[in-house]
T-cell receptor
Framework: DQQVKQNSPSLSVQEGRISILNCDYTNSMFDYFLWYKKYPAEGPTFLISISSIKDKNEDGRFTVFLNKSAKHLSLHIVPSQPGDSAVYFCAAKKLGGKLIFGQGTELSVKP | DVKVTQSSRYLVKRTGEKVFLECVQDMDHENMFWYRQDPGLGLRLIYFSYDVKMKEKGDIPEGYSVSREKKERFSLILESASTNQTSMYLC????????????FGPGTRLTVL
């Protein structure tokens, strides 16, 4: 049972445009959500997170939006850069619980 | 900077062999984790440890065991490797038991022939 789903395995975007990566979850007990970024031959690195008490969190070019009623979160990257090309994983957890990861979305930003 | 290192980047083993994957972190983190990453399945938790000599099963522990004799080191053991254990193995560590932010090693690409 996949509690965290990233339904788009890949996304291609032109440099300078917006990238929107989506993530859906099924467990209403999740209270904290994270995005990780993974380059080939490297481990994932933490990118940005959001608590369930918020609906938006921004960090430079990266913004995460949370829609609790729809059990949906999204990561916006504006403007997208070729160096953003990577696999992006969303993850969720409930209080005291462990991280549950989605399948990942491979973002390709073309110059 | 937190550093998580894994003993091998690439490993090729034969079916039935015993395989050891080693992970070391240098930040005195209490918690350590082993995941495997497979296309279309994301990261799946195999085992984790909250303290020395303590371990808990994750979502897919079958065919694996772990050892944590020292705080900084967490080993994943494949008792008898099988071809369906061919995968990317990722080790991670974190400060908090709730594991809000985990720091990952570079991964070990294991191929079982």
């Amino acid at each position: 049972d996949q509690q965290v789903k990233q339904n788009s395995p890949s996304l291609s975007v032109q440099e300078g445009r917006i990238s929107i990566l989506n993530c859906d979850y099924t467990n209403s007990m999740f209270d904290y959500f994270l995005w990780y970024k993974k380059y080939p031959a490297e481990g994932p690195t933490f990118l940005i997170s959001i608590s369930s008490i918020k609906d938006k969190n921004e960090d430079g070019r990266f913004t995460v939006f949370l829609n609790k009623s729809a059990k949906h979160l999204s990561l916006h990257i504006v403007p997208s850069q070729p160096g953003d090309s990577a696999v992006y994983f969303c993850a969720a957890k409930k209080l005291g619980g462990k991280l549950i990861f989605g399948q990942g979305t491979e973002l390709s930003v073309k110059p | 900077d937190v550093k998580v290192t894994q003993s091998s980047r690439y490993l090729v083993k034969r079916t039935g062999e015993k395989v050891f994957l080693e992970c070391v972190q240098d930040m005195d983190h209490e918690n350590m984790f082993w995941y495997r990453q497979d296309p279309g399945l994301g990261l799946r938790l195999i085992y984790f440890s909250y303290d020395v000599k303590m371990k808990e099963k994750g979502d897919i522990p079958e065919g694996y065991s772990v050892s944590r004799e020292k705080k900084e080191r967490f080993s994943l053991i494949l008792e008898s490797a099988s071809t369906n254990q061919t995968s990317m193995y990722l080790c991670a560590s974190s400060v908090l038991a709730g594991a809000d932010t985990q720091y990952f090693g570079p991964g070990t690409r294991l191929t079982v022939l």
